[in-house]
């Protein structure tokens, strides 16, 4: 048995026209002989009747009401509602089509109510499904606990259950359809001129997601990266090859990766510096943190002070702890993370020096910076951190200015 998965965000799935164009690749993988596993997130935006913000809002928002175990089951409701409604519409096409919440699918996670691990995917009942049917729907994003309850994945957490459950079927591919044409040079919401990718490794797109690119989710990619499953990122909306992620570097789809020292750039907004002065002991500042559950990024160690950032909505509570402990400290709120990332850039030298020059000659200045062998980083003000990428996306991966500029 050939079989592939299919994933639908909830903007693909936002109408009854796009979940049309979710079911036409859902025929076409027919077509080609597949049986198809389709894992659908909840259907649309904020605002939108069964989507995930949507349901929330019903017991109070962010500022829930209601236990996080019965949060997760609220919001579990939204991908259950999606896969019968996505299941209907494929029958309708007459296509057989089965629903399954992700309990029934087998997916096995921890008792981690908001943040579940998948522990396992027993797919035996799916599989049999399969048999009689073309289609099974999965509701992503959920699993059971140990205890019988459901339990979610966090924010992203269908892309997971999409790869999870690729690799327990050993599926020829993972697609992830969505609202772009692939993974793109940078986020097209902010870069005007970014361009899809042909192909790019699981490294280097796990690197780019954990880095901000929101597109596919890194636990996701790691997940089929060590079943060795090659995932697709696709347009729901047009046809087209999308971005192949696999392991190879060598020439795949005729691109040789080692050609191209910077990937994609990326970013993460409301990140905030905090600055501790002439810290008498630097290692209990950051023990304080982990005590809090804050996860500190760009940390940097001089004589005379300490610098790190945190996400912006911890920032209180980490210079609080800090306070309270005797610490001075100081801080710059509404900052952004920019990153070139890239798996060719090792050993090339200039990259650091280009991206300086950049941001130099655009008049914004660099708060700090770091770099690894496939990512150098820069922190800049936010109200910036659009024309930074700009800046920087033109440096390194605008094809038609450097043809302009050799002309
Ligand atoms: P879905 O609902 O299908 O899961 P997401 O909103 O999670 O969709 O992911 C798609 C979005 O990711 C795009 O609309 C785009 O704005 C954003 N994105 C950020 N960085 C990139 C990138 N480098 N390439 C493609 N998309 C990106
Ligand atoms: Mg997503």
Redesign the pocket.
Known sequence: MKITVQK?????LQSEERRSHCAEHVAAALRDGFKVVVVV?AMG?AGDYYATDTLLELTGGIQPSISKKEQDLLMSCGENISAVVFSSLLQQKGIRSYAMTGSEAGFRVSEVYGEARILDVKTEQLEAVLESYDAVVVSGFQGETPRGTTATLGR?G??TSATALGAALNASYVD?????Q????????IVKN?K?LDVITYSEVSN?AYQ?????HPRAVEVAMQAEIPIR?RS?FEDGPGTLITSSTSKVRGIDLDDRPVT?V?HVKDVSQIKVIRPQDDSLVFSLMADQQISVDFLSIHPDFVTFTVPGVLRNKAEVSLQENGFDVTWTDKCAKIAAVGAGMTGVPGIAAKIVKALKRKGIPILQSADSHTTIWVLVHEHQMAEAVNALHDTFLNEELHKKEDE
């Open positions: 639908f965000g909830g903007s693909s997130s935006r992203g269908s892309d992830i359809f969505t609202d772009v692939g993974i793109m040079t940078a986020d097209p919401r970014a899809p780019m901000g690119a929101k597109v596919i990122i729901s994609a990326t």
